[in-house]
């Protein structure tokens, strides 16, 4: 089995919110993920076994300094596996090719081994307000 990541690559619209169903639960969305990713985002990371999406990163920005990761998500069956922390890696990556500062994360408390230990972010004190 090879694993390709690819940055900015071609994004099915049903494969991704398949993938978003399996990784985060309930039935898959209706997302027009094309048209958000290239109104909102520096760019993305897809990761494919063969020809089937298993994992996806999506990087937005300020048009600066700043980027930030949003939904990290990786299928059930190739967790565990790396394909999460090389999808940040590669986000990484690019964020810092196109002179981003600083890479931002937030995560529910269970994924803080993932982006602390594995990925390499700091914690840092941040807000939050429930809209």
Request: some cysteine.
């Amino acid at each position: 089995m090879t694993i390709t990541y690819e940055w900015r690559g071609h994004v099915d619209n049903d494969a991704l919110n398949s993938l978003h169903a399996d990784g985060f639960g309930g039935p898959p969305a209706r997302t027009d993920w094309r048209a958000r990713l290239e109104r909102h985002s520096l760019g993305w990371v897809c990761a494919h076994d063969d020809t089937r999406l298993i994992g996806f990163v999506n990087v937005i920005w300020d048009g600066g300094a700043h980027a930030v990761i949003l939904d990290t998500v990786v299928s059930r069956p190739h967790r565990t596996k790396g394909v999460g922390a090389h999808l940040v890696a590669t986000a990484a990556h690019h964020a810092r090719a196109a002179h981003c500062e600083w890479l931002h994360v937030d995560f529910e408390p269970h994924l803080r081994p993932f982006y602390l230990d594995t990925c390499g972010f700091r914690p840092t004190p941040a807000g939050l307000i429930a809209l």
